[in-house]
Structures are given as C-alpha cells and as structure tokens.
C-alpha cells in the first residue's frame, strides 16, 4: 500500500515537473543591451536597440563581425516602435537582460509619462536597467558612440556610473519616485564629447561618454541640470552619496589640497510654524587627504582641523547656494524635504502637500556640517620640498 502511494507521488510529480511549455533556446533569442528612445518633430518616437551579436560571445573572432548591431523603429508609443522592430529581426527580441535606456534631451524636455507605463507594465522589463539623459543631443546618438573598453559601448555608461558613484537611477528608482510624495526624480546626465584616439593611425577625433551632470525633473519633464560638483552636495543632501572629492583653496598657504569623503550621512529636521516652512539639514562624513599642493606638513595634526574647518564652510557655503538655486530656478524638490516632512510630522503634510510646490520654494534652508579628516596619506609634507620650505 505504501509503496503504491509514494509510486502515485513520483507519477504526479513527474507530470507536474515536466518541463517550461515558453522556455525559449539561447540561438532563438535576439538579446537586446541597450534601449535609446527620442521624439521626432511630428510628436511620434524613435527608438533604437543595441543586438549582441552572439557568435562573438563564443569566440568565433575570425569573421570581423562587430560584437553587437544596431536597429531602428518608429511609433506613436513604445509597443508600436517593439512591434516594428521585431519585424526586422529573424530572432525574438529579449528585454530582460537590457542594461542600459537613453533618453534624448527633447523627448526629456516634453515629458516621459507617456514612454514610462510601457516600461513599467511589460513583466519582462529588467527593473535594474539604468536610465539616463543625453544632454543637449539625442538617444540615438549616444547608442551609437563606439567605446572600445567594453564589449558593448553602453556597458561603459553602466559601469561609469557604478564606479563614480553619481546619480545612479534604474527604472525601478524612477518609478518609485514618481509615484511618491514630496519629492522629484533627478537622474543622471551624459554628454557626447570628442575623445582622441591615438594609434597606428593619425589622430582622430572621435566620440565618447563623459557622465559629469544630473538631470532634474519636475512633474516627470526635464527642467535643468545639476554641475558634477552640485550634484555631489545634492546627493550627501539626499544621503545617497557613496563617494566624493573635493578641491580645497587654502588661500592663507599658497595652495590646495584634494581630499576624498569616504563615509557621508545626513539628517533632515522639518519644522513648520505658523504655516511657514523651514528645514535643517545636518550633514556628516570623514574623508581623507589624497593631495596636498601647499607647504605643510601634515604630521602636524593642527592642519587636519585647518582642512577640516575649510571643508564644513565651504560645504556649508555651497549647498545652500545650491539649495537655493534649486528653489528659485526649478522649483522642484528633488531633495525630498516634502518626503521628510511626510515621515516626520505627517499632519502638517496633509495639509500642505497640495501646496508643497508654493511651500518648497519658500521654505527657509539651514545647513550645518560635521567633517573628520581621518588621514592624510603616507607622508607629512611634500616629498619634493626642501627642508626649509616644509610649514611645521
């Protein structure tokens, strides 16, 4: 009896476990790694998709093949533009293992509401792909631009933004974001600038990446830009930054020093009186000293709080300058101090949350900052200084 029961199991189990009726072959698969999407005149899309050719993959390096292609479609949606270009290839094109999606600066510009639900709907969109805006050009141009270090050039981009730690946004970050309260979506911005090779060949120009901005978005449009260094104050602002540098002027000691932050926290404190806003922001972070272009020696632990009072007024300075600027030029709060304030102290939000645009702008911004400089390398003073030269 009970070797007719365990026998009945491993029947059911068998037919249960039988196999997946939509797997799909490696070789019946078109593997698409980048998606650039742009707005033509007539307000229709333009998209273009990054192929990897697979017979490179697997060394077959003989034919001089490129290790990807690239193709085109237009429609009045994403699904048209798919649809399309599934039309020209001879395999079925595969989104989940899409790394990279480029967005032009027009369509930015006009808005990305309606691009976004296809991304967002589609159970095979990779969540993780990172997003970014081509700034002052299009999508299409930058799925284009060859890069020779990686397999497939918008690889570089994802890799650029892991290793620099900027404003790395995926399109599950922007969905969220988009959707929440009191706060903006910004993301990261690339521009297409020469770059000189040199070789066997005469020099030529030709175009790379240089990811050096951050695009702010209000009501999901592009609405301007953040400089590299803004977009570090920004992000120690928000608490997403990882890593930073910064060029300090030592005006009193003929020089500058660069420093590294290493390790950022911040603390946002809402306040609301009298129906006015206003927030204190508190950064804090430790870094070390990774050059020093001035006299001193840094044996002296006295020059580590000179560095470090340079660092809290300057940062103290800067961001509120930036803070401000946000406020007055964009109106958009991508630092989320409507988000803080809806965490904090809930009933005021239900209040102004319908009015936080007016309130944003009008709040009052304080920033104070707490910095450790932890190390200043592997020497005091400069090697190449003479001993008379040397500030103890």
């Not at 490696?26 to 017979?55: E, H």
């Not at 000189?196 to 009501?219: D, M, P, R, V, Y």
């Not at 404190?269 to 922001?281: A, E, Q, R």
């Not at 209040?351 to 702008?361: A, E, S």
């Amino acid at each position: 009896m009970r070797r007719g029961i365990i026998s009945a199991l491993l029947i059911v189990l068998a037919m249960v476990c039988a196999g997946c009726k939509d797997r799909m072959e490696i070789n019946d698969i078109a593997m698409v790694m980048a998606t650039s999407i742009d707005l033509k005149d007539d307000g229709s899309y333009v998209g273009m998709i990054q192929v990897a050719v697979p017979a490179r993959q697997i060394g077959n390096v003989s034919q001089g093949r490129n290790n990807y292609f690239i193709e085109a479609g237009t429609g009045k949606n994403a699904q048209e533009i798919m649809e399309q270009l599934q039309g020209k290839l001879s395999r079925r094109l595969f989104i989940s293992h899409r790394r990279v999606l480029l967005i032009g600066e027009k369509l930015a510009r006009k808005g990305i509401k309606e691009i976004l639900d296809h991304f967002s709907r589609n159970p095979k969109t990779r969540l993780r792909t990172f997003v970014l805006i081509v700034k002052e050009q299009e999508g299409r141009d930058a799925i284009k631009v060859d890069y020779p270090l990686e397999f497939f050039p918008t690889e570089a981009v994802r890799e650029m933004e892991i290793l620099l730690g900027r404003t790395a946004v995926t399109i599950r970050d922007l969905l969220n974001t988009a959707s929440g309260e009191g706060i903006e979506p910004v993301m990261g911005a690339i521009e297409l600038v020469p770059g000189q090779q040199i070789g066997s060949e005469k020099s030529k120009n030709k175009l790379t990446f240089k990811l050096n901005h951050s695009a702010i978005f209000k009501n999901l449009k592009l609405v301007g830009y953040l400089n590299n260094f803004d977009s570090q104050l920004m992000l120690w602002v928000t608490g997403k930054l990882k890593r930073g540098v910064m060029t300090l002027q030592l005006p009193e000691h003929k020089g500058n020093v660069g420093v590294i932050l290493h390790s950022t926290s911040r603390e946002i404190v809402p306040k609301v009186k009298g129906g006015k806003v206003s927030f204190t922001v508190h950064l804090k972070g430790t870094g070390t000293l990774e050059e020093n272009n001035t006299q001193l020696d840094f044996s002296n632990p006295n020059y580590y709080h000179l560095v470090e009072d340079t660092l809290k007024r300057v940062v103290r300075k800067d961001t509120q300058k930036m803070i401000a600027n946000v406020q007055k030029k964009y109106a958009a709060d991508i630092f989320g101090f409507g988000d803080q304030l809806h965490k904090k102290n809930n009933k005021e939000w239900q209040k102004l949350k319908l009015k936080w645009d007016k309130k944003f702008v009008k709040a009052v911004v304080t920033v104070d900052v707490d910095f450790v400089l932890t190390r200043a390398g592997m020497s005091g003073p400069p090697v190449h200084l003479r001993e008379l030269e040397i500030v103890k």
